[in-house]
């Protein structure tokens, strides 16, 4: 196929899909792996497509890429960041969790500790977490969103109020260069923010994707996170931001 049109079929794929991995565009195309990054690379100086560790999704600020595509997308950086995170959170601890992929996977890494007691807004983190006896696991009301389970709305952000948490665990769809929490939707944003404000720390996980990924709502700012923990290097803007606010980073 000639490269030109292989770019516009590797656009179709991923628009439609919202993610699609390397491995799966050099089976469709009969091509190598190098030759699918060269072209991802190439779409990407375009600005057509988001380059992710093992695939490519869409460029969007108002839609969210698929949760499908999102629970596979960079996995093993969302399972070093979990990992790591979870060594900071002692057993017996109170936690509130917000939506996400990460969280989810961080939900399963808490699996190793006892008597934790949580508050979260994610059925999937409810599900994982509430097959422990001895956790306490509260899920706070209002209108599940059908795409992720994920619950928000004025009744969601009101619930959440009710609690004071030692810990609020926050996952976030992008970061800005000048420290913004980037999101896709304003309810799911108002329920994260009264997360942060009952949590007496609030710990911020986020794979390296994340940095310069557009999203059109502001939830808060990276400088209101206690920890922060990611794969990679971040931008020396988020880095100076970080160091001023006394917000410690966790790179693994």
């Known amino acids: 196929m000639i490269q030109h049109h292989r770019y516009e079929a590797i656009l179709e794929m991923i628009n439609e899909k919202s993610f699609v991995s390397i491995e799966k565009l050099a089976q469709h195309f009969n091509v190598t792996h190098q030759t699918i990054r060269r072209d991802l690379n190439e779409l990407s100086e375009q ?4 380059r992710h560790h093992g695939g490519a999704g869409t460029v969007s ?8 595509a999102r629970k596979i997308m960079d996995l093993p950086a969302k399972q070093k960041i979990a990992e790591r995170l979870v060594k900071d959170i002692p057993n017996g601890a109170s936690l509130f969790i917000n939506i996400g992929t990460t969280t989810e996977t961080i939900a399963q890494a808490l699996l190793g500790h006892s008597d934790l007691r949580i508050v979260t807004n994610n059925l999937h983190v409810a599900a994982i977490l509430g ?6 696991v509260i899920i706070a009301g209002g209108e599940v969103r059908h795409r992720d389970g994920g619950v928000i709305g004025e009744a969601t952000e009101s619930f959440i109020r009710n609690f004071r948490m030692d810990y609020g665990i926050i996952g976030i769809s992008g970061i800005d260069t000048d ?7 304003y309810r799911e944003v108002r329920v994260a923010q009264a997360i942060i404000e009952n949590s007496r720390e609030v710990l911020l996980a986020a ?3 994340k940095f310069g990924r557009r999203a059109m709502v502001s939830l808060a700012n990276i400088s209101q996170a206690n920890r922060f923990y990611t794969d990679l290097e971040p931008p020396e803007t988020i880095k100076e931001i970080l160091k001023n606010n006394k917000v410690s980073l966790h790179l693994v």
Do not use: M, P
């Open 47 to 50: 600005r057509k497509i988001v």
């Open 61 to 68: 600020s108002t839609t969210n890429t698929a949760y499908q």
């Open 131 to 136: 097959s422990k006896k001895d956790f306490s």
């Open 179 to 185: 420290g913004s929490l980037l999101d896709f939707d």
């Open 207 to 209: 794979d390296g994707t």
